[in-house]
């Protein structure tokens, strides 16, 4: 493996090193105010939620490494206390990456990248409207990290109001991840969409003891058919299926019967229970998995 040192390595490479590798990343597409009044709009990808119960989000605005010098956000956030994060779907992401370029202190982000301010409730800055999420926040605490290029300053905000477009919601008043079409930073000119094939669901109950990777037969743990990501559906069920019970499918399943007919059943069976657990039919895909060690 490539093996980097932080301290060997220039700061501009090795931040892409970090940003390549950490990735996808969320975007909070910060909005803040000066004190003469001027909006301004910019994207941070150094961003998350930290807690609910205070509401945090947390995002980093970082001193440029070329100059070591800092930001307006950040100026106007140390002057106010105050941001609007708003956050990016695709179909404003080239107007956001408007807003990334580094414009004059007097100019308005929100009129170079064509977005419209929409007024905040609680705070001064001024939300996005094109956005379909907006948290309104007061800042609790700036915390440096450094004082040389490249350093960040770790930016608590701590959201007191919340805007959510009812066109992204689901019959359950659940944000849809289809509907609000997020989009994702990766390395240098890298972005991914968070919508469509690209989401997955990943269903595993916490409150239940699952069995482990340990807990699997030896025979499932060395098989050549099953990836780990197959054996990990496996390993996170509270037991695995009776192998009485996997063999009733030889009963009512056709393909098991066909597979159980061939030279290489074991094998048949294994590729028909991948097949089943990359389907997400966990139940059916466990007995057909139990039932290829059985027969």
């Not at 929100?110 to 007061?138: Q, Y």
């Amino acid at each position: 493996m490539l093996r980097i040192d932080p301290t060997q390595i220039a700061t501009k490479d090795l931040h892409q090193y970090m940003l390549s590798a950490v990735a996808p990343r969320p975007i909070a597409f910060a909005s803040t105010i000066s004190t003469d009044g001027v909006p301004n709009l910019a994207p941070y990808s150094f961003f998350n939620a930290f807690s609910s119960n205070p509401p945090i989000v947390i995002f980093s605005s970082n001193r440029r490494v070329a100059n070591n010098t800092t930001k307006d956000t950040l100026k106007n956030i140390q002057d106010t206390g105050e941001v609007v994060i708003n956050v990016v779907s695709h179909a404003i992401v080239r107007q956001m990456a408007v807003a990334s370029i580094e414009y004059a202190a007097d100019v308005s982000e929100f009129d170079k990248a064509g977005f419209t301010p929409l007024a905040s409730e609680m705070i001064r800055p001024f939300r996005v409207a094109e956005s379909p999420v907006h948290m309104e926040c007061r800042v609790d605490q700036i915390l440096p990290l450094g004082d040389q290029g490249g350093a960040g300053n770790l930016i608590i905000c701590n959201i007191v109001l919340m805007h959510i477009a009812e066109a992204v919601l689901n019959e359950k008043g659940r944000i849809d991840p289809h509907k609000i079409d997020l989009m994702g930073r990766m390395g240098r000119m890298y972005y991914v969409r968070a919508s469509g094939a690209a989401v997955e669901e990943i269903v595993q109950e916490v409150n239940v003891m699952g069995i482990g990777f340990d807990g699997l037969p030896t025979a499932l743990r060395h098989s050549k058919v099953f990836t780990g990501n197959n054996l990990g559906q496996l390993a996170g069920m509270a037991a695995l299926p009776d192998a009485s019970v996997a063999m009733e499918l030889a009963a009512t399943d056709p393909r098991v019967q066909a597979a159980l007919a061939t030279a290489d059943a074991p094998r048949e069976l294994a590729v028909y229970a991948k097949e089943m657990l990359d389907e997400n039919h966990l139940e059916l895909g466990a007995q057909l998995a139990v039932l290829s060690i059985s027969v």
